[in-house]
């Protein structure tokens, strides 16, 4: 299965028309376990003191929000809006997550804020357009999201109360899933601008947009190390999906996984030393942890629905 730029919006696409035919549902959000916190890992586990959030659609009701120690333990649901409530992404100071939902009282897809335990869910885009994929910058101060609002998916920059909305990419390509350098100087996407998807880096004001990958197979869902020297990418150039890395500058891509199954979205943990990625290679798609050699590959959740979308929380607690 090839992870194109079509079937990455495929299901935002099949969620808009669920959103837009339901009738709409007051939130009932599951209750929080009070035991939920980064200091309640397992002493001696190497991912104690780490969150991860993520969706799955575990609850019958589609794809929710949920978020779990990273380890596995402890799963816990923040949204319960049916339908489409995916990709959630910590801000830095751990206090909130945004995340993209499809709601029949928005007639659209939107860009959404919630604290960490799920409250006060907000909408921050307010647009009938398609609006996902949402990074926070690493001051919190501005939000880099997805958005056809002006015609194909585009890369768009919003303020965190979601002012003062800018267009950075201008291409007609489909630009999806951006990432940001640690020091919110630049910003890696997904683009099919040159005929097949790779990954480009750009400056964080859209300016000077380079491609990374330049490979004719299919590279996408980059992800910027924590110290800034690494991106994390899928790519099906050795026949199947698989995570890479490779230098800033595109240089040294190196294979981490090695598998006929198909694996995709990786994410670093917040002092680099693990990667969380998504792979089908127990027969159904569920995020795995490795370190970031490609070593030591452990499954955390085990669930026989799709578990997908793997964020860290970027502030450690002990």
Same mark, same amino acid.
């Given at each position: 299965?090839?992870?194109?730029?079509?079937?990455?919006?495929?299901?935002?696409?099949?969620?808009?028309?669920?959103?837009?035919?339901?009738?709409?549902?007051?939130?009932?959000?599951?209750?929080?376990?009070? *035991?939920?916190?980064?200091?309640?890992?397992?002493?001696?586990?190497?991912?104690?003191?780490?969150?991860?959030?993520?969706?799955?659609?575990?609850?019958?009701?589609?794809?929710?929000?949920?978020?779990?120690?990273?380890?596995?333990?402890?799963?816990?649901?923040?949204?319960?809006?049916?339908?489409?409530?995916?990709?959630?992404?910590?801000?830095?100071?751990?206090?909130?997550?945004?995340?993209?939902?499809?709601?029949?009282?928005?007639?659209?897809?939107?860009? #959404?804020?919630?604290?960490?335990?799920?409250?006060?869910?907000?909408?921050?885009?307010?647009?009938?357009?398609?609006?996902?994929?949402?990074?926070?910058?690493?001051?919190?101060?501005?939000?880099?999201?997805?958005?056809?609002?002006?015609?194909?998916?585009?890369?768009?920059?919003?303020?965190?109360?979601?002012?003062?909305?800018?267009?950075?990419?201008?291409?007609?390509?489909?630009?999806?899933?951006?990432?940001?350098?640690?020091?919110?100087?630049?910003?890696?996407?997904?683009?099919?601008?040159?005929?097949?998807?790779?990954? #480009?880096?750009?400056? *964080?004001?859209?300016?000077?947009?380079?491609?990374?990958?330049?490979?004719?197979?299919?590279?996408?869902?980059?992800?910027? @190390?924590?110290?800034?020297?690494?991106?994390?990418?899928?790519?099906?150039?050795?026949?199947?999906?698989?995570? #890479?890395?490779?230098?800033?500058?595109?240089?040294?891509?190196?294979?981490?996984?090695?598998?006929?199954?198909?694996?995709?979205?990786?994410?670093?943990?917040?002092?680099?030393?693990?990667?969380?990625?998504? @792979?089908?290679?127990?027969?159904?798609?569920?995020?795995?942890?490795?370190?970031?050699?490609?070593?030591?590959?452990?499954?955390?959740?085990?669930?026989?629905?799709?578990?997908?979308?793997?964020?860290?929380?970027?502030?450690?607690?002990?």
């Amino acid at each position: 299965m090839r992870y194109t730029t079509l079937a990455v919006l495929l299901p935002i696409g099949t969620a808009i028309i669920a959103a837009c035919t339901e009738q709409p549902v007051a939130p009932d959000r599951k209750p929080l376990e009070p *035991a939920l916190d980064a200091s309640s890992a397992p002493t001696g586990d190497p991912l104690a003191g780490q969150l991860l959030a993520f969706a799955s659609d575990r609850d019958g009701t589609g794809f929710q929000v949920f978020v779990m120690q990273a380890n596995g333990s402890k799963p816990t649901q923040l949204t319960a809006v049916p339908g489409y409530n995916a990709r959630p992404n910590w801000s830095h100071d751990g206090h909130r997550i945004t995340f993209t939902t499809c709601r029949a009282t928005d007639f659209s897809c939107d860009i #959404y804020v919630m604290n960490a335990d799920g409250t006060a869910q907000t909408n921050l885009t307010h647009d009938f357009s398609t609006d996902q994929m949402s990074v926070w910058s690493p001051d919190d101060r501005r939000i880099a999201f997805v958005s056809d609002r002006d015609g194909t998916p585009q890369i768009y920059l919003m303020n965190a109360d979601g002012s003062s909305v800018t267009r950075l990419t201008v291409d007609g390509a489909v630009d999806l899933l951006p990432t940001w350098s640690p020091d919110g100087t630049r910003i890696a996407f997904q683009t099919n601008r040159d005929g097949n998807d790779e990954v #480009y880096v750009m400056n *964080a004001d859209g300016s000077n947009p380079v491609n990374l990958t330049r490979n004719p197979a299919a590279d996408g869902f980059p992800a910027w @190390s924590p110290r800034g020297d690494q991106i994390a990418f899928r790519s099906d150039r050795d026949g199947n999906g698989e995570i #890479y890395v490779m230098n800033v500058d595109g240089s040294r891509p190196t294979r981490l996984t090695n598998n006929p199954a198909e694996e995709y979205y990786p994410a670093w943990s917040p002092t680099g030393n693990r990667l969380a990625f998504v @792979s089908d290679r127990d027969g159904n798609f569920e995020i795995y942890v490795m370190k970031p050699d490609g070593s030591l590959p452990t499954r955390v959740t085990t669930n026989p629905a799709f578990d997908a979308d793997p964020a860290w929380a970027i502030t450690v607690t002990r």
